[in-house]
């Protein structure tokens, strides 16, 4: 590609070749966006990994572009975030257009004062770039490239791998396999579980080119275009003058035809005008599909992002939601595996995690079928919310253009305690990344920041100034007014905080639970649905 | 306690009727079921309770088998 030189990653020839490699606790298969989260959080809460790749370079060609302001506040948590912000290229609003109108423009960003953009969109290979950048600077990640692994045998206590390199194959037991092995994942396959769902009769034509134009980034979203035959077509811009076509072309297409040069120039160049110049860095043909499989837990294999869940990719949900797999996973596999948590805690990954691709699956589906309407019938009412949009603004909230990731809400999670407080922010929700300021330290500025990577207790009100807790968790206590400085009241008002409220907050940032009065025995025993059977 | 009005609730309704149907005979097949498409989703905004909305597609639907 013009703007992008593929970096190569060493391999290693194994020394264990056609033997058995030492046991590991922990095996991540997959180098991909999912699995090098997940190796750099466990990394941070002190455990180590062997991640298994079978290339040695990044993602190839283009896929994912949009990152979310949750995967930002995870990757920020791994001191990731900062070079993908300085790449990246920044956006909030998208536009939505019909035929030669635009109908209407949305803003993403909740609130302007949060540490990160609603977006940024940045390729998918640079994201892979910067995350190993980082994981080969820890010493607890064992990054092993060109190692593909062929098969596995599950044990009671373990599971063995066969792995597969240059220089032959050997045996690789471990106490925990993560499966980040994405959409064609072998382990699932070996396992022999089904991915089942739905696949969208439609094909969709993705190409990236360089050229040079002004204007604003944001996402540009077409309803039957003026210039072209397309159902539809999408625009983004991304970082070093690459910009993001997507065309949808319908089911019954020639896919030899519609790849050759001369028609994806055409198509390009009806869109983009007749006059600017432009350089075509890549191009591919897409059906798009929503699956899942049944559990993400079997036993000591865990399930990550794409391995376990695909999504259309209207809404930017499939690297996004699982990034927040891997933040989700990455706390309980830490304590289970130190032994300060029983291993039922990883049941809750399961839970939580399917409830959010279930979320993520059905947003997508229902884009991509306003998108691509099944039945003519769907597609007189889709085409009566569009016309009827320009004239009624109740009708632009039915037009379904992708409804962009934003974090899951775990609200029903069986780890939810007590929901005392009446804030929008509550048991399950993301904390906010919210300004805050704390005394003498200058490199806090928002309440993501002071977390850290363990479970923290916010503390408001005088009679929690000298709250003390003794737990084997090493809970944080952070009191407001001593520890920190809510900026603007922003903080108290997110969680709608009176009296002595203390919230309680998980290592994944999410919250756990939110009281107005606590002692610390109602603390502690909450807490106690993390150690569990481990007391 | 049913949301959806059973009773008559339309003042004139053979005005209304009329009207109705003055709207769409002429239109194609095609045309006129986007005239319906269009006609349902602006009276179910207006309406917004889904709870009525719901009974209304389901008292709609009545009778009324898939097409296999
Ligand atoms: C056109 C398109 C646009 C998209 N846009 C977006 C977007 O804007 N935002 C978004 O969030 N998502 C988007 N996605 C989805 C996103 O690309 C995926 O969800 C994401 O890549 C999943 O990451 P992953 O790490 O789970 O899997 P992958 O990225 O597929 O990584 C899997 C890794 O496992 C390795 N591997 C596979 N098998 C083996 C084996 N047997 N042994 C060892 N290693 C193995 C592979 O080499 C690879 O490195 C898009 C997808 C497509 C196709």
Same mark, same amino acid.
């Given at each position: 590609m013009a703007t992008y030189q593929y970096p190569k990653y060493p391999y290693h020839p194994p020394t264990f070749a056609g033997g058995v490699a030492p046991l590991a606790q922990v095996v991540i298969v997959g180098g991909g966006q999912v699995g090098l989260t997940m190796a750099l959080d466990l990394a941070q809460r002190g455990v180590a990994s062997v991640v298994l790749d079978e290339d040695n370079t990044v993602s190839d060609g283009s896929r994912a572009i949009c990152q979310a302001k949750r995967t930002l506040e995870i990757w920020d948590r791994m001191g990731v975030a900062a070079p993908m912000m300085e790449k990246g290229v920044t956006w909030n609003e998208g536009h939505v257009f019909y035929r030669d109108e635009q109908l209407y423009a949305f803003n993403m960003q909740e609130n302007p004062r949060s540490k990160f953009p609603a977006f940024i969109n940045i390729q998918q290979y640079y994201v892979e770039q910067f995350l190993i950048e980082q994981a080969v600077q820890q010493p607890l990640i064992d990054l092993r490239w060109c190692h593909r692994v062929t098969g596995l045998e599950t044990t009671s206590d373990g599971v063995r791998l066969v792995v597969e390199t240059p220089d032959g194959t050997y045996t690789q037991p471990c106490d925990w396999l993560v499966a980040a %092995?994405? *959409?064609?994942?072998t382990i699932r396959r070996q396992m022999g579980l089904s991915f089942s769902g739905q696949v969208f009769e439609d094909h969709f034509l993705i190409a990236d080119i360089v050229m040079q134009r002004e204007g604003p980034a944001i996402r540009r979203f077409y309803f039957d275009p003026p210039w072209g035959p397309e159902a539809s077509a999408l625009m983004h811009r991304q970082s070093d003058n690459v910009w993001r076509l997507d065309f949808q072309l319908g089911w019954n297409v020639d896919r030899d035809e519609e790849l050759r040069d001369e028609n994806v120039f055409a198509r390009i160049r009806r869109m983009i005008g007749p006059d600017t110049p432009f350089e075509l860095e890549w191009k591919s043909l897409y059906t798009f599909q929503c699956r899942s499989i %049944? =559990?993400? =837990?079997h036993d000591r294999v865990l399930f990550i992002g794409d391995a376990a869940h695909q999504v259309s990719p209207f809404g930017a949900r499939g690297g996004n939601g699982g990034v927040q797999d891997a933040d989700n996973l990455g706390w309980k596999l830490a304590l289970v595996v130190q032994g300060r948590a029983g291993v039922t805690l990883l049941d809750t990954y399961d839970e939580e995690r399917r409830f959010a691709a279930a979320e993520n699956i059905l947003n997508s589906t229902r884009a991509t079928d306003f998108i691509t309407p099944k039945t003519p019938v769907s597609e007189v009412y889709r085409n009566a919310v569009l016309d009827l949009a320009r004239d009624f603004p109740f009708a632009r909230a039915l037009v379904n253009s992708g409804r962009l990731s934003v974090p899951a809400h775990l609200k029903e999670s069986s780890l939810n305690g007590a929901d005392e407080l009446q804030g929008a922010v509550r048991p399950g929700s993301p904390v906010p990344a919210l300004p805050l300021s704390v005394p003498g330290d200058a490199s806090v500025s928002h309440l993501t920041d002071v977390l850290g990577d363990g479970f923290t207790l916010l503390c408001f009100g005088p009679a929690n100034a000298d709250l003390s807790l003794d737990s084997d968790l090493a809970v944080r206590l952070l009191h407001a007014g001593r520890d920190f400085h809510d900026m603007d009241g922003g903080v108290v008002a997110a969680f709608g905080v009176q009296d002595d409220a203390v919230v309680l907050v998980r290592?994944?940032?999410? *919250?756990m639970a939110c009281w107005r009065a606590p002692v610390p025995a109602t603390i502690l025993d909450t807490l106690s649905m993390i150690t569990g059977d481990c007391r | 306690m049913s949301g959806l009005k059973h009773e008559p609730g339309i003042s004139d309704p053979d005005g209304f009727y009329q009207e109705l149907i003055d709207a769409v005979q002429r239109l194609s097949t095609e045309d006129a079921l986007a005239f319906s498409a269009r006609l349902n989703l602006l009276l179910a905004n207006h309406i917004g309770d889904r709870t009525v909305l719901r009974e209304a597609i389901e008292a709609a639907r009545k009778g009324l088998e898939d097409h296999e």
């Amino acid at each position: 590609m013009a703007t992008y030189q593929y970096p190569k990653y060493p391999y290693h020839p194994p020394t264990f070749a056609g033997g058995v490699a030492p046991l590991a606790q922990v095996v991540i298969v997959g180098g991909g966006q999912v699995g090098l989260t997940m190796a750099l959080d466990l990394a941070q809460r002190g455990v180590a990994s062997v991640v298994l790749d079978e290339d040695n370079t990044v993602s190839d060609g283009s896929r994912a572009i949009c990152q979310a302001k949750r995967t930002l506040e995870i990757w920020d948590r791994m001191g990731v975030a900062a070079p993908m912000m300085e790449k990246g290229v920044t956006w909030n609003e998208g536009h939505v257009f019909y035929r030669d109108e635009q109908l209407y423009a949305f803003n993403m960003q909740e609130n302007p004062r949060s540490k990160f953009p609603a977006f940024i969109n940045i390729q998918q290979y640079y994201v892979e770039q910067f995350l190993i950048e980082q994981a080969v600077q820890q010493p607890l990640i064992d990054l092993r490239w060109c190692h593909r692994v062929t098969g596995l045998e599950t044990t009671s206590d373990g599971v063995r791998l066969v792995v597969e390199t240059p220089d032959g194959t050997y045996t690789q037991p471990c106490d925990w396999l993560v499966a980040a %092995d994405g *959409v064609r994942s072998t382990i699932r396959r070996q396992m022999g579980l089904s991915f089942s769902g739905q696949v969208f009769e439609d094909h969709f034509l993705i190409a990236d080119i360089v050229m040079q134009r002004e204007g604003p980034a944001i996402r540009r979203f077409y309803f039957d275009p003026p210039w072209g035959p397309e159902a539809s077509a999408l625009m983004h811009r991304q970082s070093d003058n690459v910009w993001r076509l997507d065309f949808q072309l319908g089911w019954n297409v020639d896919r030899d035809e519609e790849l050759r040069d001369e028609n994806v120039f055409a198509r390009i160049r009806r869109m983009i005008g007749p006059d600017t110049p432009f350089e075509l860095e890549w191009k591919s043909l897409y059906t798009f599909q929503c699956r899942s499989i %049944d =559990r993400y =837990r079997h036993d000591r294999v865990l399930f990550i992002g794409d391995a376990a869940h695909q999504v259309s990719p209207f809404g930017a949900r499939g690297g996004n939601g699982g990034v927040q797999d891997a933040d989700n996973l990455g706390w309980k596999l830490a304590l289970v595996v130190q032994g300060r948590a029983g291993v039922t805690l990883l049941d809750t990954y399961d839970e939580e995690r399917r409830f959010a691709a279930a979320e993520n699956i059905l947003n997508s589906t229902r884009a991509t079928d306003f998108i691509t309407p099944k039945t003519p019938v769907s597609e007189v009412y889709r085409n009566a919310v569009l016309d009827l949009a320009r004239d009624f603004p109740f009708a632009r909230a039915l037009v379904n253009s992708g409804r962009l990731s934003v974090p899951a809400h775990l609200k029903e999670s069986s780890l939810n305690g007590a929901d005392e407080l009446q804030g929008a922010v509550r048991p399950g929700s993301p904390v906010p990344a919210l300004p805050l300021s704390v005394p003498g330290d200058a490199s806090v500025s928002h309440l993501t920041d002071v977390l850290g990577d363990g479970f923290t207790l916010l503390c408001f009100g005088p009679a929690n100034a000298d709250l003390s807790l003794d737990s084997d968790l090493a809970v944080r206590l952070l009191h407001a007014g001593r520890d920190f400085h809510d900026m603007d009241g922003g903080v108290v008002a997110a969680f709608g905080v009176q009296d002595d409220a203390v919230v309680l907050v998980r290592p994944d940032q999410h *919250v756990m639970a939110c009281w107005r009065a606590p002692v610390p025995a109602t603390i502690l025993d909450t807490l106690s649905m993390i150690t569990g059977d481990c007391r | 306690m049913s949301g959806l009005k059973h009773e008559p609730g339309i003042s004139d309704p053979d005005g209304f009727y009329q009207e109705l149907i003055d709207a769409v005979q002429r239109l194609s097949t095609e045309d006129a079921l986007a005239f319906s498409a269009r006609l349902n989703l602006l009276l179910a905004n207006h309406i917004g309770d889904r709870t009525v909305l719901r009974e209304a597609i389901e008292a709609a639907r009545k009778g009324l088998e898939d097409h296999e």
